[in-house]
């Protein structure tokens, strides 16, 4: 796994929204690599939270890569919105993206993202190989490790196979892992190869966001000097 490096992604979902750009400044002082992005439309996911406007308000106060996952129904129409406003990452679902997923990864790239795929638990890994082994290719796997929709929600370990499958077919990949990540669940999602780590409810909840960045950054760089 070596060259993969560690992540450490805070869920912006579990920050004070009223306070955004603070939020932000605050994790990246705490060690934070990215800020997560969770951009839903009330239609793919039955939650509603933030667009092209708050990225594009965020980017004045901040150079950090804003890692957006797109939990929307036409990814398309957000690649424009998204550059424009400052967006770094973009991942988009696979579940609806099927029939123009090539189309989507040329658009996001030319527009000077990093093109992402994430997949629902209920999704079988195998959907995204084409993607990753494409002539132009996503640069990122993002496996849900909870449904997508809402912070706060328990781990679901059964998603590690994915990771492991991932991780050995394509060992320089960006491997992101999101939802129910914290201290008591870092290690399994750590030695199964997932290499960028979301986690909201744990840090923003934490006595010390500190510690707990610090603690699934070395949970990360320990399993790959073990691989
Ligand atoms: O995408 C999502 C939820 O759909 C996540 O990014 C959550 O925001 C992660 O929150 P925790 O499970 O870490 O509280």
């Keep these: 796994m070596a060259g993969v490096k560690a992540k450490i992604a805070p869920s ?10 603070s939020e932000a400044e605050r994790m990246l002082q705490f060690g934070a690599d990215w800020l997560h992005m969770d951009i839903m439309d009330g239609h793919f996911v039955p939650n509603l939270t933030i667009g092209a406007p708050v990225i594009q308000s965020l980017r004045k106060h901040t150079n950090a890569y804003l890692d957006c996952h797109l939990m929307v129904t036409n990814p398309l129409d957000y690649i424009k ?4 406003a400052g967006a770094s990452g973009f991942t988009f679902h696979v579940e609806v993206s099927q029939e123009n997923w090539q189309e989507l990864v040329q658009k996001i790239k ?13 999704t079988p890994i195998e959907q995204v190989f084409p993607l990753v082994e494409a002539e132009a290719p996503v640069e990122l796997v993002l496996v849900m490790t909870v449904e997508p929709g809402f912070g706060g929600q328990k781990f679901m370990p059964e998603m590690m196979d994915k990771v492991r499958v991932l ?3 394509y060992p320089s990949l960006d491997i992101e892992v999101d939802g129910g990540l914290g201290p008591t669940t870092i290690d399994v999602a750590a030695s199964a190869g997932a290499n ?8 923003f909840g934490a006595p010390s966001p500190q510690d707990v960045i610090s603690i699934l950054r070395k949970s990360v760089e320990g399993a790959q000097c073990k691989s």
């Design 81 to 84: 919105p998204l550059a424009k």
């Design 110 to 122: 030319a527009k000077g993202m990093k093109p992402g795929v994430a997949l629902r638990p209920g």
């Design 167 to 169: 991780r050995e077919k």
């Design 196 to 203: 960028c780590i979301v986690a909201g409810s744990s840090v």
């Design 12 to 21: 912006m979902l579990s920050s004070d929204f009223a306070n955004l750009a």
